[in-house]
């Protein structure tokens, strides 16, 4: 399952990161790596995914999101 598809309120952990090496380091950088437990916050339409992974509060844009696979 992609992370743009989860529901709000969501747990998971991240799976997988799919993407060239400048966006696995972006993202890796801001704390989502591969085993890393979330829970989506806010996932409507049009607006970027947040979610809460590591004590910390993240908005990523739906292209990104899309490249991440999680495991709900």
């Known amino acids: 399952m992609k992370l743009a598809e989860t529901k709000a309120d969501a747990h998971g952990t991240v799976r997988r990161i799919l993407g060239d090496a400048h966006f696995i380091n ?29 004590e910390t509060l993240i908005a990523l844009n739906r292209a990104d ?8």
């Open 26 to 54: 972006r993202v890796t950088s801001i704390g989502i790596t591969e085993g890393t437990a979330f829970q989506t916050v806010r996932n409507d339409r049009k607006m970027p995914v947040l979610l809460y992974c590591r």
């Open 65 to 72: 999101a899309e490249r991440i696979e999680v495991a709900v």
